[in-house]
C-alpha cells in the first residue's frame, strides 16, 4: 500500500489496464518523468506462464510512482498519455498506448493511493470526471 509522505511527498501506484507491455510502461514512465515525477519503479509485471493462454490480457503492469506536489500533475499526465494512444495512428510505437503490432492497447490506467483508487479512461465522461476530482480533493492537503 502506499500513501502519503509526511514531507509533502506522496507514491501511488498506477496499474495499466488492457493490453500493457513492458515498453507500454517504460513508455509511461518516462512521461511521467519528463513531467516531474521524482521516480518510478516497475512494481511487477506479469504474464502467463509458457503455453498458457492469458484470457486477453498478456500483461499485468504496475509503476509506482514518487511525487512532490499535489496529485494533480499525475492525473494530468496520465489523461495526456491515454489520449495520445488513442490518436496514435495504428502501428506507432511512441507512447505505448496504440497497438505497435496490431494487438491490444491500454484500456484505461487506476490510480491507488491506500485504500482509495480511481480509473481514468480517455475519453472520459462527466461522471468520471466527478468521480476524478473527488479522488484528487481527497488527496490534496488541506
Not at 488513442?86 to 490506467?109: E, H, K, L, Y
Request: overall charge negative; charged content about 25%; proline content about 8%.
Amino acid at each position: 500500500m502506499v500513501e502519503p509522505k509526511p514531507d509533502g511527498r506522496f507514491a501511488c501506484e498506477l496499474v495499466l489496464n488492457g493490453d500493457a507491455r513492458a515498453e507500454t510502461t517504460a513508455a509511461l514512465g518516462r512521461k511521467l518523468s519528463e513531467n516531474g515525477a521524482e521516480r518510478v519503479v516497475p512494481a511487477y509485471a506479469s504474464r502467463p506462464a509458457p503455453g498458457r493462454r492469458s484470457g486477453g490480457v498478456a500483461e499485468v503492469a504496475t509503476l509506482v510512482v514518487t511525487w512532490a506536489g499535489t496529485l494533480v500533475p499525475i492525473i494530468d499526465t496520465v489523461r495526456g498519455w491515454l489520449i495520445e494512444g488513442r490518436n496514435a495512428p495504428p502501428g506507432n510505437g511512441g507512447t505505448g498506448t496504440g497497438p505497435a503490432d496490431g494487438t491490444g492497447r491500454v484500456t484505461s490506467i487506476t490510480v491507488v493511493i491506500g485504500d482509495d483508487q480511481v480509473e481514468i479512461i480517455q475519453p472520459s465522461t462527466a461522471s468520471e470526471e466527478r468521480l476524478v476530482e473527488a479522488f484528487i480533493r481527497r488527496h490534496s492537503p488541506s
